[in-house]
Structures are given as structure tokens and as C-alpha cells.
């Protein structure tokens, strides 16, 4: 019995959400693989896929997985399963996209979001916005799961030398086809890893708002920027800044809650957080429940004031 993980990069790393799977794998005390497609794969395994538990890395190189298309990807990860027992991805927009459909392919059911594997069968996820964690046995022959990556730590790099081995496979027409893309380029940390990340609401009231408030004080604490749902749905930031139960689950070291009244979904994606400040002039807004620190007052007035005293160092 092994692990496959299907492994993300960015032609240099492995992400970070990926060394959390590995992490999470770790606990299984099973020989590892990790899946890399497309362009920057090789380069990544030769030198960059060198982690605790990892013993091969499977390179498939064609050029129809270099904008990691769920079809082509599927099938790749389809023609390898059945020599798992176990298939992990994180749970990013690609994991999400890509194993329920693997896991229909093989006639098992997809485990989602799990923070835990307790046992070979058994883990455990949370349901219902985070408010109830479900544990699951499951009777398949193959477990097929995403990881939520925010409850464990990246994995811990080591020297061992690690087996690259290229693969092959049937290409075949797909009915999706890559158009376009646009990337967008940020000095700022990525969301998901951040250690610390600044976010902001509907109380913005506009997108000149929110980028004349949040980005600043974001600036000063070298902080990932979030948003509630409402904050992205009204244009005041880009869809990838979404946190919350329908966007990116994070858990940084300090989350900054600026006019972000505290809804279940968006508490759902930043509660693991190590400490979280609220800023909101409610002093009733539910987000106070869970943080650590509340600052009741108007963040126009609070958020000045703190970057005035991150300015004194």
C-alpha cells in the first residue's frame, strides 16, 4: 500500500498547501509519491521535491497538462490510482476540481476537507460551516481525499535523495480547452500561507475604500490581503481574495478582521487562526465572539491610527 498526492508547483517549489499534504499523509507511515504535470515539473522534481516521507516523484510532461486542465490531469491521475491505496490533494481550486472526479472514475467516494486521519479507514472533517466535525470510516478499497492544509504544517525538507521517474499516457480530445489567462503579478505573501493577513468588508463601502485602508495597513505588516464574500460580490477585491466557507480556509498567525461583521460562512474559513483581531464599530457583530482582541469603533478612524503607530515602530 502507498500515497500518491497529486503535488502543485510554480515551476520552482512545491506549494505550500502541498507540503501540508504531505504532512498530513505522514501520519499514514506509507511510501509516498507526489504527482508533478506540466511545464517546470522536471526542474521542481530534480531539485525542489526532497521532503520528509516522500521516496518518488512522477513526472508526465505532455504539454496538454501545462494549464492544469481538470480532464487531462483526471486521466493521468486515473491511469495511476490503482496502484494506491490512498489518493490525497490539497484542498485548493485544483484539488477541489480535480478528485471528484477522480473519484468517480474509480467508484468511491470523495472525503473532503479532512484535518485528520486517525486510522488506514478512519478521518475526520469538519461539516456545517466548521461548527460539528464529522468523523468517517470509510469501507472503500481506495480513499480518495482533499486536505484541508490549514491544520497541519508544511513538511520538513531533508537531503534524502528521491527516485524521478517519467510517465506516459493515452491522450485523448478533451471538451475543454484552454483560451487564456491572466496573472496577476504581487509581491505580497499568497493568502492561503500567509502568516498574517489583513481583511476587509462590506463596511468599506467601496473599492477606493478598501485599497485606500486595507492595502496600506497590509503594506506595513507584509500581510496577505482577504475579503468577505460581500466585500468580493460588490467589486471591492479579486475573487482569489474570498475567505470564508466558499473561498480560501486560512489560518495564519494573526488574522485582522476590518469591518467584517462575522458571518458563519467567512468565520468558517479563518477561525483556526492563531490570534484575531476584529475591528467593527457593532459592538453585537458576532466576529467578536471569536476573537481574541476587539477594538469596537470606526475602522476609518482605528485603521489611520494603527498604521501611525506601526510607522513608530
Not at 63 to 84: C, F, H, M, R, W
Not at 154 to 181: G, H, K, L, M, N
Request: net charge negative.
Amino acid at each position: 500500500m502507498s500515497i500518491l498526492i497529486i503535488g502543485e508547483h510554480d515551476n520552482e517549489f512545491l506549494t505550500d498547501s502541498t507540503l501540508r499534504t504531505i504532512t498530513a499523509a505522514l501520519s499514514l507511515k506509507l511510501p509516498i509519491d507526489i504527482l508533478l504535470t506540466g511545464s517546470g515539473a522536471e526542474a521542481v522534481a530534480q531539485s525542489n521535491a526532497r521532503y520528509q516521507g516522500v521516496s518518488r516523484v512522477l513526472l508526465a510532461l505532455n504539454p496538454s497538462l501545462n494549464q492544469g486542465l481538470t480532464e487531462p490531469l483526471a486521466d493521468v491521475a486515473i491511469s495511476l490510482a490503482k496502484n494506491y491505496r490512498y489518493v490525497m490533494a490539497p484542498s485548493s481550486t485544483t484539488g477541489k476540481n480535480l478528485l471528484p472526479r477522480v473519484a468517480a472514475q474509480l467508484n468511491v467516494m470523495q472525503l473532503s476537507d479532512v484535518i485528520e486521519i486517525v486510522s488506514h479507514d478512519t478521518l475526520r472533517r469538519p461539516i456545517y460551516a466548521g461548527n460539528a466535525i464529522q468523523t468517517v470510516r470509510s469501507r472503500d478499497e481506495q480513499l480518495v481525499m482533499t486536505i484541508r492544509t490549514s491544520g497541519f504544517e508544511p513538511a520538513e525538507r531533508t537531503d534524502q535523495d528521491v527516485e524521478v521517474e517519467s510517465i506516459s499516457w493515452s491522450e485523448r480530445s478533451y471538451r475543454s480547452r484552454f483560451v487564456s489567462e491572466e496573472i496577476v503579478d504581487s509581491d505580497r505573501p499568497e493568502l492561503s500561507s500567509a502568516r498574517i493577513v489583513v481583511s476587509g468588508g462590506r463596511a468599506l463601502g467601496s473599492k477606493e475604500k478598501f485599497d485606500q485602508f486595507i492595502l496600506p495597513l497590509a503594506d506595513k505588516l507584509n500581510a496577505a490581503i482577504g475579503a468577505s464574500r460581500v466585500a468580493v460580490d460588490s467589486g471591492y477585491g479579486p475573487n482569489d481574495w474570498q475567505v470564508g466557507q466558499t473561498g480560501k480556509v486560512v489560518a495564519p498567525d494573526l488574522y485582522i478582521a476590518c469591518g467584517i461583521s462575522g458571518a458563519i460562512q467567512h468565520i468558517a474559513g479563518m477561525k483556526d487562526s492563531e490570534i484575531i483581531v476584529a475591528i467593527n464599530k457593532d459592538e453585537d457583530a458576532p466576529i467578536f465572539q471569536i476573537a481574541d482582541y476587539g477594538i469596537v469603533g470606526d475602522l476609518f478612524e482605528v485603521i489611520p491610527l494603527l498604521i501611525t503607530e506601526l510607522d513608530k515602530g
